[in-house]
């Protein structure tokens, strides 16, 4: 019998990234649901439909890079092999009057949407590799926030 793969959503609490657990959940993936807000998570999941059992729920704070070192020691701790990251979530603030920052002292959205993934990414490679599947994915999605010709994209 093949192990069920395993998968991370960042930000699987709304749009993209829930809609994204909801079908690989419905696919046999066991999904891990990295949010922010896990009362949000528990709520929206029951509220799709996500099977029972099918996914986890393990807190995660991109803007915060202590946060991510922190997820990836708690979904170690879980023994789940990781088949694939799909790196979704993301912060949209195009009407701030002043820059936010991160406890780390980035601005909010380059530490959130950025380094905050690339940090993960690096901590996870390892596991994605030693994974025995052949089917390995990183996924980065992207955002209007990248466009220039978009209003949140046009960063002074």
């Known amino acids: 019998m093949e192990q069920q793969k395993t998968v991370i959503v960042t930000g699987a609490s709304s749009g993209v990234g829930l809609n994204a657990a909801k079908a690989l959940a419905d696919r046999g993936w066991h999904v891990v649901m990295a949010c922010r807000n896990i009362d949000k998570t528990k709520q929206v999941a029951q509220e799709i439909g996500m099977p029972n059992g099918s996914y986890s729920i393990i807190h995660l704070d991109l803007g915060s890079l202590a946060s991510v070192r922190q997820f990836v020691s ?5 023994g789940r092999s990781l ?3 799909v790196c979704n ?3 949209y603030y195009p009407l701030l009057k002043e820059p936010m920052y991160s406890e780390d002292g980035y601005e909010i959205s380059v530490a959130t949407n950025h380094l905050g993934h690339f940090l993960l990414c ?3 490679l390892d596991d994605i ?6 089917d390995k994915r990183l ?11 978009e209003l949140g994209g046009k960063i002074p």
């Open 129 to 134: 590799k030693a994974s025995p599947a052949t």
């Open 89 to 91: 979530a993301a912060v």
């Open 83 to 85: 088949e694939s990251l």
């Open 139 to 149: 996924i980065i999605l992207g955002t209007v926030t990248a466009n220039p010709k």
């Open 74 to 78: 708690d979904f170690r701790a879980t």
């Open 122 to 124: 690096n901590l996870l």
